[in-house]
């Protein structure tokens, strides 16, 4: 089946009513564009274990607490179709955001927890913003399984609990994050990194793969020399840096170990743009 864009809910409404989709299971995987390697181990995931695929190509404006944010994350529409299409994906969805949002639309999931800690903190409203449009997107198009990135770790962990709290009928699988020969997580973000940037960017993860379980018990000070050695690879801003538990995002006590495996979450700026990472620890 060649791929179908759908660019408004009309489109997309007809094309999963049609004879070839209905009652075939369905996979989601979401995205804001600006495909990636990273989309796409998504996108292949999501071929293998559905029948239909459909990826959304969304830029969603209530995640974002900061206007210059929205208007300078990365698109390429074209380039994305093209990439998508080759894929063989059966449904790209584009809708417009007065589409998904029409005048008087008043409905916001809100979170009474997880949303405080780690990207919450600096990003008030961003996790009520994806959890909205993620259960409309599940209504709209009635996914059996919806495919994330572990690199966004904190929206997958509320995605899944959202699932859970609301009794959703979709399965929500993770996939490992994707990196590139130096081990920098591949984002959409990456785009906006300058060529100096990005060498300091790719310095990151193997100064979080430093860290252990083992060097932990010894060295309960480890993420202040870790943190140290990123402002002198040249990181400008570290927004958070901190070791949590996997299953609960309880943060670490450096008194005890319990309830392993623990992550370390990272936010940094280098120099405007705004990278995230997380890696479980070995022992
Ligand atoms: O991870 C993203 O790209 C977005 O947060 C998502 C899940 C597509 C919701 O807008």
């Given at each position: 089946?060649?791929?179908?864009?759908?660019?408004?809910?009309?489109?997309?409404?007809?094309?999963?009513?049609?004879?070839?989709?209905?009652?075939?299971?369905?996979?989601?995987?979401?995205?804001?564009?600006?495909?990636?390697?990273?989309?796409?181990?998504?996108?292949?995931?999501?071929?293998?274990?559905?029948?239909?695929?459909?990826?959304?190509?969304?830029?969603?404006?209530?995640?974002?607490?900061?206007?210059?944010?929205?208007?300078?994350?990365?698109?390429?529409?074209?380039?994305?179709?093209?990439?998508?299409?080759?894929?063989?994906?059966?449904?790209?969805?584009?809708?417009?955001?007065?589409?998904?949002?029409?005048?008087?639309?008043?409905?916001?999931?809100?979170?009474?927890s997880f949303?405080n800690i780690l990207c919450g903190?600096?990003?008030?409203?961003?996790?009520?913003?994806?959890?909205?449009?993620?259960?409309?997107?599940?209504?709209?198009?009635?996914?059996?399984?919806?495919?994330?990135?572990e690199?966004?770790y904190q929206?997958l962990f509320i995605?899944k609990k959202?699932?859970?709290?609301?009794?959703?009928?979709?399965?929500?699988?993770e996939?490992?994050?994707?990196?590139?020969?130096?081990?920098?997580?591949?984002?959409?973000?990456?785009?906006?990194?300058?060529?100096?940037?990005?060498?300091?960017?790719?310095?990151?993860?193997?100064?979080l793969?430093?860290v252990s379980i083992k060097?932990l018990k010894?060295?309960k000070?480890i993420l202040?020399?870790?943190?140290?050695?990123?402002?002198?690879?040249?990181?400008?801003?570290?927004?958070y840096l901190e070791i949590r538990q996997e299953k609960s995002l309880e943060i670490w006590n450096p008194k005890q170990f319990k309830n392993k495996p623990y992550r370390i979450f990272i936010?940094?700026?280098?120099?405007?743009?705004?990278?995230?990472?997380n890696m479980r620890l070995s022992d």
């Amino acid at each position: 089946m060649a791929t179908l864009i759908a660019r408004n809910l009309k489109t997309l409404e007809e094309a999963l009513s049609s004879r070839k989709i209905i009652n075939k299971k369905i996979g989601l995987v979401p995205t804001m564009g600006a495909i990636h390697d990273g989309h796409l181990a998504l996108v292949d995931k999501c071929l293998k274990l559905s029948q239909v695929t459909v990826v959304t190509i969304f830029i969603n404006p209530i995640q974002f607490n900061n206007k210059k944010d929205l208007s300078n994350y990365p698109t390429s529409i074209r380039k994305d179709i093209n990439i998508l299409s080759k894929k063989k994906v059966d449904i790209i969805f584009i809708p417009k955001a007065k589409e998904v949002y029409p005048i008087g639309f008043s409905t916001f999931i809100e979170l009474k927890s997880f949303d405080n800690i780690l990207c919450g903190k600096s990003r008030r409203g961003h996790f009520s913003g994806v959890a909205t449009v993620v259960l409309k997107l599940f209504c709209l198009i009635n996914p059996k399984i919806a495919f994330f990135g572990e690199k966004d770790y904190q929206q997958l962990f509320i995605i899944k609990k959202l699932v859970r709290d609301l009794n959703l009928n979709v399965n929500v699988l993770e996939v490992k994050t994707v990196r590139d020969k130096n081990g920098l997580a591949l984002s959409s973000r990456n785009r906006l990194l300058s060529k100096e940037e990005k060498n300091i960017a790719s310095k990151i993860n193997s100064i979080l793969k430093e860290v252990s379980i083992k060097d932990l018990k010894i060295n309960k000070a480890i993420l202040q020399s870790t943190s140290k050695k990123l402002y002198s690879e040249g990181v400008t801003k570290i927004e958070y840096l901190e070791i949590r538990q996997e299953k609960s995002l309880e943060i670490w006590n450096p008194k005890q170990f319990k309830n392993k495996p623990y992550r370390i979450f990272i936010a940094v700026r280098v120099g405007k743009v705004r990278l995230i990472d997380n890696m479980r620890l070995s022992d």
